[in-house]
C-alpha cells in the first residue's frame, strides 16, 4: 500500500454517524469518510433523501428527528449493532426557517422549534454517543455550530445564532470533562456554505449572488434571506465555496474564523 493510500484510508474499520446526512455539509462528509474507509450511518428526518446518501456512500440509513430522544437512542444503537462501533457522531442537522428573524418579530413558537433542532438535538446525540465512546477508551463527537457563534449577524436569526451559541459552549464543556477518557469534542464553525438551501436562495433572489458584493463579511448570516451571503473571505460576485467548512472550533481553545 503506498503512503497516499494509508493516508486517504484512515477510517478503516471505523463508523460514523451523521445526521443531516441527506443534503449540504451532511452529504459532503458522508461522501468524504466513506472515501477514508468508514462505516457511515446516514441519519436524516427526510427519507428519500437521506437513503439516496446512503446508497452512495454504501453506508445504512436510519431515519430520525433529531428532536426524539428515543429515535436519537435508537439511531446510535443500530450504528452499534450493524458496525460494532460508535467512533465518530457528526452531529449535523439544523435548521434556519424564515420565521426565525430579528428578536423584534420572532415568535416563541418558532424561537423553541430552532433551539429544539439546532441546539437541544446536539444535546442528545451527544448524550446517546458518549456511553457507546466512554466503552470504548475513544472517540470524536463533532458538533455543526455556526461563524455566527462568535460574530453574530446583522441579517438576524435570533434564535439560530442563539443556538449555534450553544453548541459552541456546550462543545467546549465537552471536549474539557471528556479529554481525559479519550473522547476529543470539536465544534465546527463554517461560514457560509453553498448548500441545496443557499442555492434555493439564490434562485428566489431577484439581484441573485451579485448582491452579495455589497454586504460586509460582518454582515452576513449564513443563510440571510433578504440578502445573499458573501463569501467570508472576500467580498464575493460568486457564490460561496462549496468547501464544506472555513473554520473550526477545538473545544478548550480559542475559536477561529
Ligand atoms: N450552509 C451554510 O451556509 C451553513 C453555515 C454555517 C452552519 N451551517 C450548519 O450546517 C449544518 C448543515 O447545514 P446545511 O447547509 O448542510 O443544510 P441542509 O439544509 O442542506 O441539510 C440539512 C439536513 O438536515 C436534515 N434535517 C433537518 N431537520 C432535521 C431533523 N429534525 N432531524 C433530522 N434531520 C434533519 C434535513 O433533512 C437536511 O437533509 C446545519 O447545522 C447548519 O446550521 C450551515
Redesign the pocket.
Known amino acids: 500500500m503506498t503512503t497516499e493510500e494509508i493516508i486517504c484510508r484512515r477510517l478503516v474499520g471505523r463508523t460514523a454517524v451523521i445526521?443531516?446526512?441527506?443534503?449540504?455539509?451532511?452529504?459532503a462528509t458522508a461522501r468524504r469518510l466513506a472515501s477514508e474507509g468508514a462505516n457511515v450511518v446516514c441519519?436524516?428526518?427526510?427519507e428519500r433523501?437521506?437513503k439516496a446518501a446512503a446508497e452512495e456512500v454504501g453506508g445504512t440509513f436510519v431515519q430520525?428527528?433529531?428532536?426524539d430522544p428515543e429515535q436519537v437512542e435508537a439511531l446510535f444503537k443500530t450504528a452499534f449493532d450493524t458496525y460494532g462501533s460508535v467512533d465518530i457522531a457528526f452531529n449535523?442537522?439544523?435548521?434556519?426557517p424564515p420565521d426565525d428573524d430579528s428578536i423584534l418579530e420572532t415568535g416563541l413558537e418558532a424561537w423553541k422549534r430552532v433551539q429544539d433542532?439546532?441546539l437541544t438535538?446536539v444535546y442528545l446525540c451527544c448524550k446517546a454517543a458518549l456511553p457507546y465512546m466512554r466503552r470504548q477508551g475513544k472517540g470524536s463527537i463533532i458538533n455543526?455550530?455556526?461563524?455566527?457563534a462568535i460574530m453574530g449577524a446583522a441579517t438576524s436569526q435570533i434564535s439560530?445564532t442563539a443556538s449555534?451559541g450553544g453548541v459552541l459552549a456546550m462543545s467546549r464543556e465537552l471536549g474539557v470533562q471528556f479529554a481525559r477518557e479519550g473522547i476529543r469534542v470539536n465544534a465546527?464553525?463554517?461560514?457560509?456554505?453553498?448548500?441545496?438551501?443557499?442555492q434555493e436562495l439564490f434562485a428566489r433572489t431577484p439581484s441573485g449572488p451579485r448582491a452579495a458584493s455589497s454586504t460586509s463579511p460582518s454582515a452576513a448570516s449564513?443563510?440571510p434571506r433578504r440578502s445573499p451571503?458573501p463569501s467570508p473571505s472576500s467580498r464575493a460576485t460568486t457564490p460561496?465555496s462549496s468547501t464544506p467548512a472555513t473554520s473550526s472550533s477545538t473545544a478548550g481553545s480559542p475559536a477561529r474564523t
Do not use: E
Request: hydrophobic content about 35%; charged content about 10%.
Open positions: 445526521t443531516g446526512a441527506g443534503s449540504g455539509i451532511g452529504l441519519a436524516d428526518i427526510d433523501v437521506g430520525v428527528d433529531v428532536t449535523n442537522a439544523g435548521i434556519s433542532v439546532n438535538s455543526t455550530a455556526s461563524f455566527v439560530y449555534k465546527l464553525c463554517p461560514g457560509p456554505v453553498n448548500t441545496p438551501l443557499l449564513p443563510r451571503p460561496p
